[in-house]
């Protein structure tokens, strides 16, 4: 099982849409999460930190799910530049320190 | 406006060249990484330094030499390099020691070997 899982996509949807992706971690000692967002040919961006309360930054709401291990992000309204592909990362102990463990991505397409 | 800045952005060299990839963070950061990115594949981690000491290295092979002379500063030689090395190499740096703490990335270099 691989350390974390994510859908490859692609999502299409339509401008004005609700779309929500997931992720999946393996590590129960996971202990921060992020989601980037990685545009064409470009370097990953910080799109978000992910607490355990959930959180909403505009049409961005993430949410962490412990028990099931598994976070999530729900874009609202999608725009047409929304598309891009979002990674999911998790950060997890090992020997003393940590380590960032990048999901392989969801691909969004929205589509006007 | 970006804290990592990655040079050249991009190469393209011969499989018997030698060349360098340059990375510097100006964040303040005390580790720093290299990571792969082949055509619509995922990040591979190629190389982690912490403190300036390289704690992992992830099979990577010889053909590429990391180089770590201060928190600061990374570089990626490379000799001898295979057409299928051509991707884009992606420079990251982030406060080790503690979770939560974000990883930064630099706009990448992209690699072609001819």
């Known amino acids: 099982r691989k350390e974390v899982e994510q859908d490859p996509g692609p999502f299409n949807v339509p401008e004005g849409a609700t779309v929500a992706f997931n992720c999946t971690y393996s590590n129960s000692a996971s202990q921060s999460f992020f989601w980037y967002r990685q545009d064409c040919r470009k370097e990953p961006k910080l799109l978000m930190s992910v607490y355990s309360s959930g959180n909403e930054d505009g049409r961005f709401t993430a949410q962490l799910n412990r028990a099931s291990q598994y976070i999530s992000l729900l874009i609202r309204d999608s725009k047409l530049s929304d598309s891009a592909t979002y990674l999911c990362v998790v950060i997890s102990p090992t020997s003393g320190t940590y380590k960032y463990i990048f999901g392989t991505g969801t691909r969004l397409k929205v589509l006007a | 406006e970006t804290g990592v800045t990655q040079t050249p952005r991009h190469l393209v060299m011969g499989m018997t060249n030698k060349k360098s990839l340059k990375c510097e963070q100006h964040l303040g950061h005390n580790a720093m990484y290299w990571y792969k990115q082949s055509a619509k594949k995922p990040l591979e981690l190629m190389f982690v330094?912490?403190?300036?000491?390289?704690?992992e290295n992830n099979s990577v092979p010889s053909r590429f030499s990391p180089e770590c002379p201060n928190s600061s500063h990374l570089f990626l030689h490379l000799h001898t390099l295979q057409p299928e090395d051509s991707a884009l190499y992606l420079c990251a740096s982030s406060q080790d020691g503690a979770a939560g703490n974000t990883i930064y990335f630099g706009e990448g270099s992209w690699l072609t070997v001819v």
């Open positions: 330094y912490s403190l300036e000491e390289r704690v």
